[in-house]
């Protein structure tokens, strides 16, 4: 068989998904977001939820998420995704109710309504990409940045003594009784990239059945910020991220 | 005996050139573009060794732009 | 019943879909009496307490954003917190009522009525050129009416409503005539009269709905901006409201809102018992202001006296509208006194002293 009778008679394993629109995505190359995004269009699709879903877009790098997946979207300030969710869904019950935060957003500047959301039990999904570090404004600290990582405010390394510790946000989501599932997962290859899409398939399932708040925390890669390649940025986070931010469940109640 | 036979077709408009599709290519299928560029001045990538593709989809399941369409065939 | 438990009731009868708050004194009553009332298992209205005004608003934003007719209140300090939503709230062309049962301040000042927060009402008070569309009780029964007037214009012009109540207002009782009860709209009815509304059913409307504030094509923001200017003017030709007493003869003018303009009513008909003709305007809508009316007025009368519970706000906007043609004086308490009529008219003889000798 030649390579176009494979393509004229084979089978498409894996395509652009639907709901993923023909704009260019202004992510850097190699980007964890558009892996992100690109699974969260096949879910939404898979899950025939294109009629009954709303995005929660935050403040950072995934402010444009609006123009790249063709469903409803609200662009929220600076960390009041999860506030702007709770509404949205205590308003419209039958919706499913997702929103896209990054560390900044979520566990900074959004720290009061993301765990206030998460302890009210809203039946929301939180969607967390957590990369240690500010992308959209040029690589400053995050509060999960790395102790010793460098960002451009902490140009010598975060130092735990004037910066504070690396927040594991997600272990506090997990002590909440309103969380019915809270997991840490990763996009860097396909076999994580299948578990995280299996994950946030859960968590609207979560919040289709009323269970409670979902949080997916998804560590990523930010490789401008960190200055390195896409495929060594990957082998970083897998030697410094994961040691400090582990895989898997921390809670899940719905199994 | 039957044989999975795998194609990928690249939208090298919409490609960055990231390269983690070619890391994770089992097979060395996928390649950079050592010299030529797209639009938007991209070192996209392509299929180097086509005839090695085996349709597995690890390069469009971590492809963050969705550029690659993966097909797969039997062949007898 | 009190004026806060008034805009509750109003409220849940108006059919509003959404009440997101923070106590704070001296407005807690809002958020207390509708919890009392249970509107959830009536109209189906939602009723929260927000961890903090910030979330409140954001909760505001985002249930404006689906089309639904949402609320929130707060007093000074908590209203400084909402400011931020609120540019939001104006940036994405979203009808809600804010509403501010003002407080002394600044800072966290006193928990007794003030009316300072004239400028940051009027004036924008967050970030942007924007205005609201800003509404000042002087009675419960307004507290009452201000709440469907509010909603109506907020989604008639897609743009933010403001009940700008003072303490007095918000605690005072009176008897009132609630307006009817009306049902909700439903779904189908947002999605017809609000083609905007991100209502989460992109597949059916065949496009996406996104509510967003942000563009960074300046051509485009610039024609946002101008849009929203647009609806600012059309505003002011159209709604501008206000209440006159004495002023066919008047002599002399004098301006205030809210609960100290009843206070000038009774100085007022002190001095015409003296003789003196003294008239009142009444500006119901503090933005858009009752500039012409001012204007006209100004042409007649030999000199204009403010009364505002704050140290000096409204007159500039007064002084814009007299544009010099007589003397603007202001009168005013602060730190949560209110004068009495008395202190109003011996505020306004010293400023015109001419009057009492007549």
Same mark, same amino acid.
């Given at each position: 068989m030649t390579i176009e009778e494979i393509k004229q008679n084979g089978t498409v394993v894996a395509c652009k998904p639907r709901l993923l629109n023909d704009n260019n995505m202004h992510y850097c190359p190699g980007c964890s977001h558009g892996v992100v995004h690109r699974i969260l269009a096949e879910i939404i699709d898979e899950m025939h939820l294109d009629d009954n879903i709303i995005g929660v877009a935050p403040v950072?790098? !995934?402010?444009?998420a609006y123009n790249y997946i063709d469903i409803d979207w609200i662009e929220a300030a600076h960390g009041r995704a999860p506030a702007v969710a709770t509404a949205a869904h205590r308003l419209n019950p039958d919706r499913v109710v997702f929103t896209y935060q990054g560390d900044g957003d979520? !566990? !900074?500047?959004g720290t009061a309504e993301a765990i206030h959301a998460a302890n009210r039990g809203e039946n929301i999904t939180i969607i967390f990409i957590n990369n240690g570090i500010y992308g959209m404004t040029g690589g400053q600290m995050a509060p999960t940045t790395l102790e010793g990582m460098k960002t451009s405010t902490t140009p010598y390394g975060r130092r735990v003594d004037l910066n504070g510790y690396p927040l594991k946000i997600s272990d506090l989501f997990a002590q909440l009784d309103g969380t019915c599932y809270v997991t840490r997962q990763s996009v860097h290859t396909p076999a994580a990239v299948r578990k995280a899409k299996k994950a946030i398939a859960q968590a609207f399932r979560n919040s289709i059945e009323k269970r409670g708040t979902s949080v997916i925390e998804i560590v990523s890669t930010c490789n401008s910020g960190w200055k390195m390649s896409a495929a060594q940025s990957n082998k970083w986070m897998e030697e410094n991220m994961f040691p400090h931010y582990p895989m898997g469940d921390l809670k899940n109640t719905v199994k | 005996m039957p044989k999975v036979r795998g194609a990928v077709d690249i939208n090298k408009e919409r490609c960055k050139g990231c390269d983690l599709c070619v890391v994770a290519c089992p097979c060395d299928v996928l390649s950079l573009q050592p010299k030529e560029v797209n639009d938007r001045g991209y070192h996209f990538a392509f299929t180097v060794e086509p005839d090695k593709c085996i349709g597995c989809a690890a390069c469009a399941t971590v492809c963050p732009d969705g550029c690659i369409t993966v097909y797969r065939a039997v062949e007898k | 019943m009190k004026g806060n438990e008034a805009i509750a009731h109003a409220a849940i009868r108006y059919g509003a879909d959404g009440y997101f708050g923070y106590p704070i004194t001296p407005q807690s009553e809002i958020l207390e009496t509708l919890e009392e009332l249970m509107p959830w298992e009536t109209t189906g209205m939602v009723v929260l307490q927000a961890e903090s005004e910030v979330a409140a608003i954001n909760m505001v934003y985002g249930g404006a954003s689906t089309g639904k007719a949402v609320f929130t209140s707060s007093s000074s300090p908590g209203v400084s917190l909402k400011q931020e939503g609120i540019s939001y709230i104006a940036a994405g062309e979203l009808p809600a009522l804010i509403i501010n049962v003002m407080r002394g301040g600044p800072g966290l000042g006193t928990i007794h009525p003030s009316q300072s927060d004239y400028f940051q009402a009027t004036k924008g008070g967050g970030h942007g050129d924007y205005h609201l569309i800003v509404l000042a009780p002087a009675s419960v029964q307004e507290m009452a009416d201000f709440v469907g007037l509010g909603f109506d214009l907020a989604f008639k012009y897609r743009t933010p409503a403001m009940i700008l109540a003072d303490g007095i207002v918000g605690q005072m009782m009176e008897k009132v005539v609630l307006p009817p009860a009306r049902p909700r709209r439903t779904d189908e009815e947002i999605a017809r009269q609000c083609p905007w509304a991100v209502t989460g059913r992109a597949a059916s409307r065949r496009h996406p709905n996104v509510e967003t504030t942000l563009e960074l094509d300046d051509e485009r923001m610039e024609q946002n901006n101008l849009r929203f200017q647009r609806t600012y003017r059309e505003i002011e030709a159209n709604e501008v409201r206000f209440e006159e007493y004495?002023?066919?003869?008047?002599?002399y003018l004098m301006v205030a809102f809210g609960s100290i303009a009843r206070i000038c009513l009774k100085a007022i008909e002190d001095a015409r018992e003296r003789g003196m003709k003294i008239g009142l305007i009444r500006p119901i809508t503090l933005w858009p202001f009752p500039k012409g009316q001012i204007e006209k007025l100004s042409r007649k009368v030999k000199g204009v006296l403010t009364v505002e519970i704050n140290a000096g706000q409204m007159v500039e906007d007064v002084r814009l509208a007299v544009e010099g043609r007589v003397p603007v004086y202001h009168y005013g308490r602060m730190g949560g006194i209110v004068p009495n009529p008395q202190e109003v008219l011996d505020a306004f003889i010293s400023h015109f002293p001419e009057t009492a000798r007549q």
């Open positions: 950072g790098c !995934a402010v444009f979520l !566990a !900074a500047i | - | 004495y002023t066919d003869d008047a002599e």
